[in-house]
């Protein structure tokens, strides 16, 4: 089989009686995601003529998607495009369906690392988010922090408690030596104490 002009026909070699002949065999097909008139929010994928398809796009701009597209739905510009409902992230299962931050489109289902969960549509991890602990809406108190999926007022000997959190005082440069200490742009938080560092060498 060979190809004439742009791609449009294939022309097929038939042997006959010792001779070949050359036909002309019909246009090639190509996926389209059109939009139809009048359903602007009912994108669909049709298979079409490359004559037609290049027709579509001129004309209705519709998309014209790889020979192995599944899908199609509309850009958030409004535009028609090609997609894969199965892992697109921000048409997942079905056009429109985003995942929240975090989460990835597996399958058709939005779904999040091996730590986390999904919450009001954003990956967490219940094991250490005080808003989530241990599960959705799950808040933990002032004063506590989220250790383990459950809500706890105590640290580590080394840490203390800062607006919910264990911190490091020795080491956090936001809160040296004591919640709310904050170091300047140029300094470091060495043994509790904000310090101006230089490179080494200096």
Not at 110 to 121: E, L, Q, T
Request: net charge negative.
């Amino acid at each position: 089989m060979r190809l004439i002009g742009p791609a449009l026909f294939a022309v097929v070699s038939v042997l006959v009686g010792g001779m070949t002949i050359a036909s002309a065999a019909t246009p090639s097909k190509v996926p389209v995601c059109h939009v139809p008139a009048g359903s602007h929010a009912h994108p669909r994928l049709i298979v079409i003529g490359e004559t037609a398809a290049a027709r579509h796009a001129r004309f209705h701009n519709d998309a014209i998607c790889p020979d192995d597209a599944t899908d199609c739905c509309l850009s958030d510009s409004g535009a028609s495009m090609c997609t894969d409902l199965q892992n697109d992230s921000s048409n997942c299962g079905e056009c429109g369906v985003m995942c929240g931050v975090g989460a990835t489109c597996v399958s058709g289902r939005c779904a999040c690392g091996p730590k986390a969960i999904v919450c009001n549509g954003v990956c967490v991890e219940p094991a250490i988010d005080r808003e989530n602990c241990g599960d959705c809406d799950v808040m933990c108190g002032d004063e506590q922090a989220c250790v383990a999926g459950q809500c706890v007022t105590a640290c580590l000997p080394e840490e203390i408690l800062c607006n919910g959190v264990c911190i490091d005082p020795e080491t956090d440069a936001g809160n040296c030596g004591d919640c709310g200490v904050l170091c300047g742009v140029d300094q470091d938080c060495v043994g509790g104490i904000c310090l101006v560092t230089c490179p080494s060498g200096e």
